[in-house]
C-alpha cells in the first residue's frame, strides 16, 4: 500500500533508460546505509577499515541487493504463495501432494532466507576473520527480532496509529523509514551480540592457556 502509487506512477511514465538509471543510483545510495552498518561492526569488534573503496563499497553493495531481494521473497511468499504454488503446479504438473507440502514452505522459505543473509553479513562485512559459526548466534537474534519487530510495528501502525491524518500522503513515508530504522537497531544489536561472545571467548581461552602455563 505504501510504494502502490509510486509504482503505478513509474510503470505508466516509465522510459528504460532512465528507469535503468534511476535503478542503480538508488541502489548506490541505499549501500551507504550498509557502509554505515559495515562502521558498525567494525567499531563492535574495535577494528579500522583497511580495505579500499571500491571493496567496501561492492561489498555494500552486493549485501544491499541481497537484503532488497530478501525483503521481496520474505513480502511475497506470505501474501501471494498460494497463487504462485497453483501456477507451479498447473504448469510443471505436479502432485497434489506438492500443494500441501509448499503450504508449509512458504512460510518458512523466509525466515530460512534472512537467516542466511544475515549470517553472510555478519561472517563476511567486518573487517577481520570472522568464524562461520561465530556468526550464527547474532544471525539467529537478528532473524527472530526483525521478524517480531516488523509483525508488532505492522499490527500497532494498522491497528493504532494513522500517520496519514496527521501527516497527509508523507505518512506512509514516515511509517517505512521508521519500520528500516528499527531493522537497523537490531542488525546492529545483531552484530555486538556476535562481538562480546567473541570476546569473552577469546578472553576464555587465553585464561585457560594461562592456567596450563602456569
Do not use: C
Not at 532512465?18 to 557502509?35: H, Q, R, V
Not at 520474505?74 to 509448499?102: D, N, R, T
Amino acid at each position: 500500500t505504501l510504494l502502490h502509487d509510486t509504482l503505478e506512477e513509474i510503470l505508466k511514465n516509465r522510459n528504460g533508460g532512465l528507469l535503468s538509471i534511476g535503478a542503480l543510483a538508488t541502489i548506490w545510495s541505499a549501500s551507504k546505509g550498509m557502509n554505515a552498518l559495515t562502521k558498525a561492526l567494525n567499531r563492535s569488534y574495535y577494528v579500522e577499515e583497511t580495505r579500499s573503496f571500491l571493496v567496501a563499497r561492492a561489498m555494500s553493495v552486493v549485501f544491499t541487493i541481497a537484503l532488497i531481494a530478501v525483503l521481496v521473497v520474505a513480502l511475497l511468499l506470505p501474501v501471494f504463495g498460494q497463487q504462485i504454488g497453483m501456477l507451479a503446479f498447473s504448469y510443471f504438473g505436479m502432485e497434489e501432494g506438492f500443494m500441501k507440502l509448499w503450504g508449509s514452505l512458504r512460510w518458512a522459505i523466509p525466515p530460512i532466507l534472512i537467516f542466511l543473509v544475515f549470517t553472510a553479513l555478519y561472517w563476511v562485512v567486518p573487517n577481520l576473520k570472522v568464524h562461520l559459526k561465530s556468526a550464527v548466534p547474532g544471525a539467529l537474534f537478528s532473524t527472530a527480532g526483525w521478524i517480531l519487530t516488523s509483525l508488532v510495528f505492522s499490527f500497532y501502525v494498522g491497528n493504532f496509529a494513522n500517520y496519514s491524518k496527521t501527516y497527509g500522503s508523507i505518512g506512509g513515508i514516515i511509517v517505512l523509514m521508521m519500520w528500516l530504522y528499527f531493522s537497523a537497531i537490531i542488525l546492529m544489536l545483531g552484530g555486538q551480540l556476535n562481538a562480546v561472545m567473541t570476546e569473552r571467548k577469546q578472553a576464555k581461552l587465553a585464561k585457560e592457556k594461562s592456567n596450563a602455563v602456569n
